[in-house]
């Protein structure tokens, strides 16, 4: 079965640089989050799309922003990168149907280490 | 504010010895509870959800159950390849995830 890919899956940036990643959800999904994962932690929501709609906002800094486009994939893109950025960054796909909840399902992550 | 508590942090199983993982959780409006398996470096690979009280659910060695304030991920006879991480996420508002149990299965 389609799984969501996520690209790149390894990315190495300077501080103050600036980082684009991708997601492409499964098929037929219409919802896309973004997770970050520091080391030893959980994942942390940063934001999501409903039909290329912002859905909902958590914990994403200022300097990051992102957009669900017409075939229903998805960029975040990252500005004046900062060591604290590094982390893992999961995307996730769903099916939103009726307003009833849908699952998860996460892609295999863009490791993002700044120097 | 949502909170998912998992226990214990790290658990170490000789294969075949089996266990139970627990997640509690204080939550407004839960619409489901999430388990998922999470190996290093890799993303989160869906378990199971569970949405009402009562519910439970299984998958090969892997049996999710949910009352009104915890789930139970019991494992039965682990082997070696159910090393990982297990998450617990509570769906509200958004998904809330735990801090995960890191089960590690010695052969």
């Known amino acids: 079965a389609a799984g969501v890919i996520q690209s790149p899956r390894h990315l190495i940036k300077e501080k103050r640089e600036t980082a684009t990643l991708k997601c492409y959800p499964i098929?037929?999904?219409?919802?896309v989050y973004w997770y970050q994962q520091g080391p030893g932690q959980d994942p942390q929501f940063l934001i999501s799309?409903?039909?290329?709609?912002?859905?909902d906002k958590g914990s994403i800094p200022d300097r990051f922003s992102a957009q669900q486009f017409s075939d229903y994939h998805s960029e975040l893109n990252m500005s004046s990168l900062e060591l604290g950025d590094s982390a893992l960054y999961f995307c996730?796909?769903?099916?939103?149907?009726?307003?009833?909840?849908?699952?998860?399902?996460f892609g295999p992550g863009t490791r993002l280490t700044v120097l | 504010e949502d909170q998912v508590t998992q226990s214990p942090e790290a658990l170490r199983l000789q294969e075949g010895e089996s266990s139970s993982l627990n997640c509690s959780y204080t939550?407004?409006?839960?619409?489901?509870l999430f388990w998922y398996r999470q190996d290093p470096g890799k993303g989160p690979e869906f378990l199971f959800t569970?949405?009402?009280a009562g519910e439970e659910k299984e998958k090969e060695r892997l049996k999710a159950t949910l009352t009104k304030k915890e789930s139970f991920l019991h494992i039965t006879a682990p082997k070696p390849e159910d090393s990982a991480t297990y998450l617990c996420?509570?769906?509200?508002?958004?998904?809330?995830f735990g801090a995960g149990t890191t089960v590690t299965v010695r052969a």
């Open positions: 996730a796909s769903s099916a939103f149907r009726d307003r009833e909840l849908d699952t998860q399902y």
């Open positions: 098929p037929r999904h219409d919802t």
């Open positions: 799309f409903y039909e290329k709609m912002q859905s």
């Open positions: 939550v407004s409006g839960l619409r489901g």
């Open positions: 569970l949405y009402s």
């Open positions: 996420a509570v769906q509200a508002y958004k998904l809330s």
